[in-house]
């Protein structure tokens, strides 16, 4: 879906094909033989507990490049998946699957875990900070109001992008896109422009306040002379 995004407005973009997940999803779902299916086949012996379900989950997969026990635990265990390792707890998961709904829930959740590590590091290799030509504009404008009579908004992203010296971003037909950290780049440089306006009306206020309270001065010390010079006179 992010790389379709990409496809639509037309950047720059090599296109990165999905890995094959089936290992990982055989080793949670496969029947028999899956995680799943071991929880499954542990709940129906009334001994068993949280921590022989985690041995038998180690001796079971202890060869599988994609299951690993973390040092020094005892119950958990640690899947690999493509987009990175999830190390999962095995304590009372035959309790919870007890509930008819437990064992979909969990197989349902790891299957979306994987998918969605998969989508972040597709994100995060590419450009996941996006906003519309619009959007830019009314956050960054500010940035350059020299540039920005006349000029369309999307001329206008190219221009404060320039400007501003940032490096890995890409404009689309609707949108532009920002690699990682850009955008707190130009938020930065924004709250560095509102800071020193901020400065700035602060300065004039004071410098206003002092001169009406020196021009309110001047006309008490200009009247109380004036009723000086009127007693002082024959």
């Known amino acids: 879906m992010e790389q379709e995004e990409y496809k639509r407005e037309e950047i720059n973009w090599s296109y990165v094909e999905f890995i094959d997940n089936q290992d990982v999803l055989d080793l949670i779902e496969k029947k028999p033989?899956?995680?799943?299916?071991?929880?499954?086949?542990?709940c129906m012996f009334p001994k068993s507990t949280h921590e022989t379900f985690a041995q038998k989950m180690y001796q079971t997969y202890k060869g599988h490049k994609r299951f690993s026990k973390p040092k020094l635990a005892r119950t958990d265990?640690?899947?690999?998946?493509?987009?990175?390792?999830?190390?999962?707890?095995?304590?009372?998961f035959l309790d919870k699957?007890?509930?008819c709904s437990f064992l979909k829930s969990v197989s349902t959740g790891m299957s979306i875990r994987q998918g969605v590590l998969e989508a972040i590091g597709i994100s995060c290799a590419g450009y996941p900070t996006k906003r519309t030509f619009d959007e830019f504009f009314d956050r960054f404008g500010m940035l350059v109001p020299d540039v920005l009579d006349g000029v369309d908004e999307k001329s206008a992203c190219i221009a404060i992008c320039n400007r501003m010296g940032l490096k890995g971003y890409q404009i689309g037909k609707t949108k532009g896109f920002l690699t990682a950290g850009k955008m707190a780049e130009l938020d930065a440089r924004r709250a560095e422009v509102l800071a020193n306006a901020a400065r700035r009306i602060q300065r004039q206020i004071r410098t206003h306040l002092t001169r009406k309270g020196f021009i309110r001065q001047r006309r008490a010390t200009t009247y109380m002379q004036k009723l000086w010079r009127g007693y002082l006179s024959p």
């Open 77 to 92: 265990f640690t899947i690999n998946h493509y987009a990175g390792d999830v190390t999962y707890q095995a304590d009372q």
């Open 33 to 42: 033989g899956g995680i799943i299916a071991l929880l499954d086949e542990a």
């Open 97 to 99: 699957n007890k509930d």
